[in-house]
């Protein structure tokens, strides 16, 4: 058995896949966001839960918000208790077992690129459009993860500043104590924060989406502002790592009119007769993250 983890801002949760990573079951508990012993005991009451149902013991792997630095030490704004501690080391300790850890965008990718949407793929690039963004680069189906863990962080570099300067953007601070990331425009939380910029009310993303489907020129205006953003960001991303195949997850993947229009938003930011790699919506679905987990448990244990 392989188990992956998921670790949330409000929940973790953990899948239980076989040899072929099919899901067999899941269970969840709440994240304990600031006690570190409680984190780590209630990791461990789910993976020997797990280990005594199907009496065995199954490979871990986690997938974290934010991201594990070279020597193993934890950064996370949404899960506070794990920042500047070594989870793996010492999850490794408590389980008797090898511990994988990774961010969650990075297991996104890896599950797409190895068994979902870019699996006959050589370059797949991952994004997840959720309540952050960001996303990670497979090569020939495996990871590139150099030990520094930044590669994919590409919510955190600044929003073009053509797309400030034609929408009249004002500058929004980040989480990350920077100032004009993608990520605060481009988002989940960057959708609600745009459609109360142009709306002038409090809004949050079901609200605008109800509106944009009904016609209201407010939600509209947001929508072709979001689009510019995000058809930058990603043209950005094609120019550096020129993808085969580009793999949408997080919750506004789910938004068909988003992955409609990608193409076109990305092309406005490409000089002419660059091919646009296929641009498609995940397989593995709201289970791919944590697949991808499961298997960066699976590849660190065959490796011991």
């Known amino acids: ?11 973790m949760e953990l899948a239980i896949f076989d040899n072929d990573f099919t899901c067999l079951e899941k269970t969840r508990c709440a994240t304990p966001t600031a006690d570190y012993p409680a984190f780590i005991r209630s990791v461990v009451e789910l993976v020997e839960e797990a280990d005594s149902r199907y009496a065995m013991r199954g490979s871990v792997g986690l997938g974290l918000p934010g991201v594990v630095t070279g020597d193993g030490r934890a950064l996370s704004s949404n899960v506070p208790c794990l920042t500047g501690q070594r989870v793996g080391a010492d999850l490794t300790l408590a389980l008797s077992r090898p511990v994988a850890l990774g961010n969650d965008c990075r297991c996104f990718a890896l599950s797409e690129a190895s068994l979902g949407a870019g699996k006959n793929a050589q370059r797949v690039l991952g994004i997840i459009l959720g309540t952050g963004l960001g996303g990670g680069l497979c090569i020939g189906g495996e990871l590139y993860a150099p030990d520094s863990q930044l590669a994919g962080e590409f919510g955190h570099l600044g929003l073009h500043p053509k797309v400030v300067q034609h929408w009249a953007l004002p500058l929004l ?9 993608a990520e605060t425009y481009v988002s989940g939380a960057g959708l609600a924060r745009l459609y109360q910029h142009f709306s002038h009310q409090q809004a949050d993303t079901y609200v605008w989406l109800e509106h944009f489907r009904q016609g209201r020129p407010e ?6 502002c979001f689009m510019d953003a995000l058809g930058s960001v990603v043209a950005g ?6 993808p085969d195949i580009v793999v949408l997850g997080g919750g506004l993947s789910a938004i068909t009119e988003i992955h409609q229009h990608l193409a076109r ?21 709201p289970a791919s993250g944590v697949r991808g987990a499961a298997l960066l448990g699976a590849k660190k244990e065959a490796t011991i």
Not at 1 to 11: E, P, R, S, V
Request: proline share 2%; hydrophobic share 45%.
């Open 1 to 11: 058995m392989h188990y992956g983890l998921d670790i949330g801002g409000t929940k």
């Open 173 to 181: 601070n980040c989480g990350c104590g920077l100032s004009g990331c």
């Open 219 to 224: 939600a509209i205006k947001t929508f072709d």
């Open 237 to 242: 991303q094609v120019l550096v790592l020129d």
């Open 265 to 285: 938003a990305v092309a406005a930011h490409l000089f002419k007769n660059v091919a646009i790699p296929k641009i498609v919506v995940a397989e593995g679905g």
